[in-house]
């Protein structure tokens, strides 16, 4: 599932267990009762600013993954819930999150979860040659 929301992610095994390990990190899985899969939550806390937030650290929901067949029907809402009490049990009064520009769904599944759009970002880059890599 997470290869699936994050398919250019390249974590090796060790990298996500080392992850699994923080104190500022969690994950929460969703089972249906035969063992199947339907969705995960990832969720940080982060002490940097966060964009739109006006306290630190902040609970950041760094990524929702419901399976095709299960989105619509109340899991990505209860994996939310989970993260939202995580994230006040870590002495946190706001929870962000973000996402890509053109993911229309993605966006309405935030504001279906109760969160509020902040701002807009466009990032930039541009290559210098000649600069030591």
Same mark, same amino acid.
């Given at each position: 599932? $997470? @290869?699936?929301?994050?398919? +250019?992610?390249?974590?090796?095994?060790?990298? *996500?267990?080392?992850? /699994?390990? $923080?104190?500022?990190?969690?994950?929460?899985?969703?089972?249906?009762?035969?063992?199947?899969? /339907?969705?995960?939550?990832?969720?940080?806390?982060?002490?940097?600013?966060? @964009?739109?937030?006006?306290?630190?650290?902040?609970?950041? *929901?760094?990524?929702?993954?419901?399976?095709?067949?299960?989105?619509?029907?109340?899991?990505? %809402?209860?994996?939310?819930?989970?993260? +939202?009490?995580?994230? $006040?049990?870590?002495?946190?009064?706001? /929870?962000?999150?973000?996402?890509?520009?053109?993911?229309?769904?993605?966006?309405?599944?935030?504001?279906?979860?109760?969160?509020?759009?902040?701002? %807009?970002?466009?990032?930039? $880059?541009?290559?210098?040659?000649?600069?030591?890599?």
């Amino acid at each position: 599932m $997470r @290869n699936e929301l994050w398919p +250019e992610a390249d974590d090796t095994a060790e990298e *996500l267990l080392a992850q /699994l390990q $923080r104190d500022d990190l969690s994950v929460w899985l969703g089972f249906c009762t035969n063992g199947e899969p /339907l969705g995960f939550a990832e969720a940080s806390l982060r002490r940097d600013y966060v @964009n739109g937030t006006e306290s630190s650290p902040v609970g950041f *929901l760094e990524g929702l993954f419901v399976t095709g067949v299960w989105r619509r029907s109340g899991v990505g %809402r209860a994996l939310v819930e989970a993260v +939202e009490q995580w994230t $006040r049990q870590c002495g946190c009064s706001e /929870l962000a999150s973000d996402a890509l520009i053109d993911n229309i769904d993605s966006h309405a599944a935030h504001k279906a979860y109760g969160f509020e759009e902040t701002e %807009r970002v466009v990032y930039f $880059r541009k290559v210098l040659s000649g600069a030591d890599a």
